[in-house]
């Protein structure tokens, strides 16, 4: 063997994985699928022996086949869609085909929505909703945040509608909606703007709090080095205030999209907005022997989406931050 090739395999490392790191990686995957079977053998045991106005209290074998059920009516809307758009193109041919000059038809396919679609339109409503929340609550937590004079005179307003109920705002935005927002030809249904800004009034509070907090506990020694470069008001902010106050941001953000999607559910319950709340809300009514399933099965989605909303907030918090160790996981 060659002198060099002898130097290159003294210079390569051969990484170990530690067995500290190897039992915390194990735990990290076998405590949670302990958890879970727990709770679902519980909530197997448990089932039969709830009597309800619908019927028993449905198994978990019986609500994970609601989720075939569901996506078997999506295919089928679908199926339903192509059939109409490929019948009405077949149509407009035939008349073309007989007066090229002919006055063509086209509609679009009213279709009704599926749990997919509700899906989707509470996602998008939430996230409009907490856009809403951000850009008022970020620029307003830096303002009082930098001002102690500020901070006193908003603390009170900030501590007497924060903890209000979506319940009690949806009334309130109900009317003020139904007076305001008046058109023949709307961009967005009502039921859609009730929903945002019930979304948007309770959420904004934890951003608007921990972004006040974060920028009031700027580093002393930061603060001083900017008074002696003589740092503008915005190149304050950009450089010395925003990059220091992410932390706790992103802590208040994280907290806002959790309330937003929480508050988000009971405002379209009450405001019909045809999202993930309505849905429950029409199973509840509907009283079918498969609504409970439904209801447990949409319980579960709206969990798992307000986990992977609130991970999709920590990965750009990560992605973000410039001190990785002040990540709360």
């Given at each position: ?13 051969i ?47 019986e609500?994970?086949?609601q ?38 038809d086209?509609?679009?396919f ?25 850009i ?27 903890p ?30 009730i ?31 900017s008074?002696v ?26 907290i ?8 988000l ?16 809300w ?20 709206i ?24 990540v709360?996981?």
């Open positions: 063997m060659s002198s060099n090739a002898i130097t290159r395999l003294n210079s390569i490392k990484e170990t994985i530690s067995p500290a790191k190897i039992r915390s990686t194990v735990l990290s995957v076998l405590l949670p699928s302990i958890g879970l079977v727990a709770f679902l053998f519980i909530w197997h045991l448990a089932a039969p022996n709830i009597k309800t106005s619908l019927g028993d209290f449905p198994q978990p074998a609500v994970f086949a989720w075939g059920n569901l996506v078997d009516e999506y295919k089928a809307e679908k199926a339903r869609e192509k059939v109409f758009y490929e019948r009405q193109d077949k149509r407009n041919q035939e008349k073309l085909a007989i007066d090229p000059e002919a006055k063509i086209t509609r679009s009213t279709s009704r929505p599926t749990f997919f679609d509700k899906i989707e339109t509470s996602l998008f409503t939430v996230l409009s909703g907490f856009f809403v929340a951000t008022i609550a970020i620029p307003i937590g830096i303002m009082i945040g930098l001002s102690q004079s500020l901070y006193q005179a908003m603390n009170p307003l900030i501590q007497l509608f924060k209000v109920s979506p319940l009690a705002w949806l009334p309130l935005v109900t009317l003020v909606v139904s007076a305001v927002y008046v058109s023949d030809s709307p961009m967005f249904s009502k039921s859609y703007i929903s945002l800004f019930t979304v948007s009034l309770c959420s904004l509070w934890p951003t608007m709090l921990n972004t006040a907090v974060g920028v009031a506990g700027v580093s002393k020694d930061l603060i001083n080095v008074r470069l003589r740092l503008g008001w915005f190149t304050h902010v950009r450089k010395i205030v925003l990059p220091s106050a992410i932390p706790m941001m992103f802590t208040g953000l994280r806002s999209l959790g309330i937003a999607w929480m508050v559910i009971a405002a379209e319950m009450l405001s019909q907005n045809p999202g993930l709340g309505k849905f429950v029409d199973e509840f009514q509907n009283g079918s022997s498969e609504s409970l399933s439904r209801i447990c099965l949409a319980i579960l989605v969990g798992i989406i307000g986990f992977l909303l609130d991970r999709s907030i920590l990965a750009i918090q990560t992605w973000v931050n410039w001190d990785k160790s002040a709360v996981r």
